[in-house]
């Protein structure tokens, strides 16, 4: 009985011990939890410091993370790299937006654009037909993706810019189509951006107000009284194109039906550039090499350049469109041979 009682003793004296003792141990891991957390917060703060010296936004290290990169992986990435996995066009969520059949994979070939660059070509906004349409200018504009921003800031579109098209619902490809087709310039030598939705920046010219039949009415005679110069289309044209003014700075001549049915139908470009600003040199030789630019005249104040576009212009599934906008495509050399400078 003893004995038994004197274990009670003990155990209640162990326990209140144990009572006494857990303060102190609590204390102990809470202040090695604190400093755990100073540590792994300064190890976050740290991270994000690297990663921003590499150029990388949370919302990139956010990409990266779903990619599969842990926080070391990242970064220990190259500056080409992240340039390659953040191009624009590259697959960065699940499966690119277009993936060639074999058939597709052969026929591609044949204009020289393998699967890789036909994956990019889809997130851009390409579709099949006009991977197999696209000029040579503007697969060398594309490619490599990793330096597309860069060609697209030569064209006068600032990041910020690009990404207000994109947000507005615009594909990488129309942003491009615009950079390589939009020549004209202002006198400062910057860009002018055309708005497709807005017509008010569309100048439809009638017949009556802009163009003069010459007496044998076999070829119109038109005018441009701003740039100061003639150019003749075939008889044939009257009543199937409209002239689009550029301020000033030049003009396009479209196939009137097929624009207005989707803003296509683009035939060529005369663009004036301002020698004494210096843009036939700062801009003029670029849209050379990049949009295949010829110079047609030439004085001691300016410059005159052609241009066609680089993109397809025709509506492939409307025949009598399609018809009628090579029929007159046909004749665009022959238009611009009759180019004369006046005033």
Not at 162 to 188: H, P
Request: hydrophobic content about 35%; some cysteine; aromatic content about 10%.
């Amino acid at each position: 009985m003893k004995k038994i009682v004197l274990f009670s003793i003990l155990l209640i004296f162990s326990f209140s011990l144990a009572a006494c003792s857990k303060p102190v141990t609590s204390a102990d891991e809470s202040q090695s939890l604190e400093r755990n957390t100073v540590n792994a917060q300064k190890g976050v703060e740290e991270f994000k410091k690297r990663a921003g010296e590499k150029g990388l936004t949370e919302s990139k290290v956010h990409t990266l993370g779903n990619l599969g990169y842990l926080e070391q992986e990242i970064l220990n990435l190259s500056s080409d790299k992240i340039a390659e996995i953040f191009a624009p066009g590259a697959t960065n969520d699940g499966a690119p937006l277009f993936m060639a059949n074999d058939k597709q994979i052969e026929e591609l070939k044949e204009v020289s654009i393998d699967s890789k660059m036909s994956a990019i070509l889809g997130n851009l906004g390409y579709t099949y037909d006009k991977m197999l349409r696209l000029s040579p200018n503007e697969v060398d504009f594309v490619f490599p993706n990793t330096e597309l921003m860069a060609n697209l800031a030569q064209k006068g579109f600032s990041e910020q810019e690009v990404q207000s098209w994109l947000d507005k619902g615009k594909t990488y490809k129309e942003v491009i189509r615009e950079a390589l087709i939009s020549m004209s310039v202002t006198g400062c030598g910057t860009k002018v951006i055309k708005d497709v939705n807005k017509t008010g920046n569309i100048n439809l010219q009638t017949n009556s107000e802009k163009v003069n039949y010459n007496t044998k009415e076999v070829d119109i005679t038109y005018m441009n009284e701003k740039c100061g110069f003639t150019l003749d289309f075939p008889s044939y044209w009257n009543e199937e194109y409209f002239i689009e003014d550029l301020n000033g700075m030049g003009v396009r001549i479209h196939h009137k039906d097929t624009w207005l049915k989707n803003g296509a139908g683009t035939l060529f470009q005369i663009t004036v550039f301002d020698k004494s600003k210096d843009e036939w040199n700062k801009i003029g030789k670029i849209l050379v090499e990049t949009v295949g630019l010829r110079k047609i005249y030439e004085n001691d104040k300016e410059v005159f350049g052609f241009s066609c576009p680089t993109d397809v212009q025709y509506i492939p599934d409307d025949k009598d469109l399609c018809s009628q906008y090579m029929k007159m495509e046909n004749d665009v050399f022959k238009v611009v041979e009759t180019f004369k400078k006046i005033n």
